[in-house]
């Protein structure tokens, strides 16, 4: 039985060959190479997607089998990937040491810079930042917590609003 794990994330298009920007977590880098599945998301169902190839050129962009132009590829933009958790136990195990924080999931990000609201997904730590992934009209972003742009937290209402910088939602 196929049980998937998020594995990274993808951002734009890139040329005319369907080439897809991404981000992977650390524990999974060994899990993206030819041949391997990533699944996505595509109208409420995980659908997997082969890599063809990887390039790496200063930015990392994947090429995925059967996914040969921009207008195909876009549809794979700005998402989470995964793969199966079962064919990388070592990874797995790596990643649930990671510091995560639940403290915020569900709660309503009010930004009063671009008027935007969005629900918390989950939020992650990293080094020196809480990082909130927000989604919003249908598209997830990263969004740091930081003091200086949070102006009021509501436990009872569940909401934080802030005043993010601009261009934070593009």
Known sequence: MIELVRAGRTF????LEGKISFEVDPAFVNCIREGEALFFDVDGNSVP?????VESNGDEYLILEDVDAPEKARTLCNQDFFVDRNSYPEAVSSEA??????AFDGYL???RT????GTI???EVFPMQLLAVVELEGRS???PLRDEWIDHLDPASMTIETSLPEGMFS
């Open 121 to 123: 997904l989950r939020t």
């Open 49 to 53: 997607f082969f890599i063809s190839s």
């Open 141 to 143: 972003y990263y969004v």
């Open 109 to 111: 990000l009010i930004d």
């Open 12 to 15: 734009r298009t890139h040329g």
């Open 114 to 117: 671009s008027g935007k609201r």
């Open 97 to 102: 040491t990671e510091s995560k924080d639940d």
